[in-house]
C-alpha cells in the first residue's frame, strides 16, 4: 500500500496541482470579472452636464428611462416631499409640480391628471420616475445615450459658447514676445482678421499657444508643423475630451514637470507623461478617436483611469483621475470618436479608492504602441480644441 501510494505520488501531486491551478485560475478570472462589473465606479446619469453618482443607478427598460426623484431633485433645486399615507411623491419647480404614485401610471402636473408612459418603481427605497414624463412638465430636456448608455438631463437652457475658428488650415504657434499687432504685419493679414477666427484664444497671448490664422493670410512662419511630427493625429476624426458645454480651465504645457508623489515615497522625482486640464468634478470625458479599450480600472498613480489604442494600432491614449464610468466599457471593446469614457475626478495617488489629494482635472497621455515612448499631447489638444465632441 506504502509502496504502491509511493510509485505513484509524482502522477498524484500532478493531478492535484493541476486541480489547484484550474481552481486558482477560474477564481481569478471571476475575481477581474466581478472587479470589473461591480468595484468600478458606474455613473448612468448626467444633470445639467455632470456626471451623478447614484446609490441607484437610472433604469433603461422598454424604452423608457427611470431615474430616481431625489437625485434630479438635489441637481436641479426642485423640492421633492413624500407623504406615507398616499404614497405620493411630489416635485415642485417654480411654479410648476408634478406628483406621482409608484406602481401606477396615473400622475398630476399642476393639479391636472395625466397618464404616465410608465409607472414609477420603488428600488431600495429609492422612488424612480419616468424623466420623460417628468422633463415635459417641468420643462426640462432628455436624452439618451446609447452607446454610453447614460440619461442627460438638462433643467436649464444650455449656455452658448464661444464659436470655434473658421478656418483650421493655418496654424501658428505663439513665440515670446510676440504681439498680435506683430503678428498680423508678418503674415500680411489684420488683427480683427485674427480675432474673428479665434474667438477664444486671440485677447491674451502666450508663448506656445496657437492661434489660428484667418484663410487670406501668409502660410505661418512658426507652424504647428514645426512643432509636431504625428501628423496623422491633426486629422478631422480626432476631436477634444471635452464637449462644447463643457467648463474648463485653459491649460498649459506641463509636459515633462516633476512630480514628486511617487507609490514607494522614496522622494525621487518622476517626470510628468501628459497634460492636465483643470475641470469640475463629474465633467464628463470623451475618446478623441476611435480604437480599443485595452485597459480599464485603478492605477496607483492615475486612479480610475482608461487606455485606449487608436484603430491603426499607432497610439494609446490614457485618461486618468477619473471619478466614474459609464456602465458599457469593458476590455476589448471598441470606442468611437466623441464617445463617452467617463467623469473627471481626483481619483489617484494610492490604493484603489483613494480620492482628493489634487483638485479635480483630467490627466491626458499619449503614447506610441511601439516602444511605448510617451509624446507630448499639448499642442494636439490645443487643435482638437477647436473641433470639441458634441
Not at 485560475?25 to 453618482?53: E, N, W, Y
Not at 478656418?167 to 503674415?187: L, S
Amino acid at each position: 500500500m506504502i509502496r504502491c501510494l509511493h510509485r505513484n505520488s509524482p502522477r498524484l501531486i500532478s493531478r492535484i496541482l493541476g486541480a489547484f491551478l484550474l481552481v486558482t485560475f477560474f477564481t481569478m478570472i471571476h475575481s477581474d470579472h466581478v472587479f470589473a462589473q461591480t468595484a468600478r465606479p458606474i455613473i448612468s446619469l448626467m444633470i445639467d452636464g455632470k456626471g451623478v453618482i447614484s446609490d441607484v443607478q437610472p433604469l433603461y427598460q422598454n424604452g423608457r428611462i427611470l431615474v430616481p426623484i431625489r437625485v434630479l431633485a438635489e441637481r436641479s433645486g426642485a423640492a421633492v416631499a413624500y407623504e406615507a399615507d398616499t404614497r405620493r411623491v411630489t416635485l415642485r419647480d417654480g411654479a410648476h409640480q408634478v406628483a406621482v404614485f409608484p406602481d401606477s401610471r396615473i400622475g398630476y402636473v399642476n393639479g391636472s391628471r395625466k397618464t404616465l408612459d410608465a409607472a414609477p418603481v420603488v428600488i431600495k427605497k429609492r422612488t424612480l420616475v419616468p424623466i420623460r414624463f417628468i422633463s415635459e412638465s417641468l420643462g426640462y430636456n432628455v436624452i439618451w445615450d446609447q452607446r454610453g448608455k447614460v440619461a442627460k438631463i438638462w433643467t436649464k437652457p444650455a449656455v452658448e459658447k464661444d464659436r470655434e475658428p473658421l478656418e483650421r488650415g493655418n496654424p501658428y504657434i505663439v513665440q515670446a514676445g510676440d504681439t498680435m499687432e506683430a503678428i498680423a504685419k508678418r503674415h500680411a493679414t489684420s488683427i480683427s482678421a485674427i480675432q474673428r477666427n479665434n474667438v477664444a484664444r486671440a485677447n491674451f497671448l502666450q508663448a506656445g499657444q496657437l492661434l489660428f490664422l484667418p484663410e487670406d493670410a501668409r502660410k505661418a512662419v512658426n507652424p504647428l508643423a514645426s512643432v509636431v511630427d504625428n501628423p496623422v493625429l491633426l486629422a478631422e476624426r480626432y476631436v477634444f475630451p471635452f464637449d462644447s458645454r463643457s467648463e474648463y480651465e485653459e491649460f498649459g504645457d506641463s509636459f515633462g514637470f516633476g512630480r514628486e508623489w511617487t507609490e514607494t515615497n522614496s522622494g525621487m522625482v518622476r517626470s510628468h507623461e501628459g497634460i492636465d486640464i483643470m475641470a469640475p468634478q463629474g465633467t464628463p470625458v470623451y475618446s478623441v478617436g476611435d480604437g480599443v479599450i485595452n485597459r480599464i480600472g485603478w492605477n496607483t498613480y492615475g486612479g480610475w483611469r482608461v487606455n485606449i489604442t487608436d484603430e491603426n494600432g499607432t497610439y494609446r491614449m490614457y485618461y486618468a483621475h477619473l471619478e466614474a464610468y459609464p456602465p458599457a466599457l469593458q476590455v476589448g471593446s471598441t470606442v468611437r470618436t466623441g464617445q463617452l469614457i467617463g467623469f473627471v475626478g481626483t481619483t489617484g495617488y494610492g490604493p484603489p479608492g483613494t480620492k482628493g489629494m489634487f483638485p479635480p482635472h483630467l490627466h491626458f497621455g499619449l503614447y506610441r504602441t511601439a516602444g511605448g515612448g510617451a509624446i507630448n499631447p499639448y499642442y494636439y489638444l490645443q487643435y482638437w480644441e477647436s473641433n470639441k465632441a458634441d
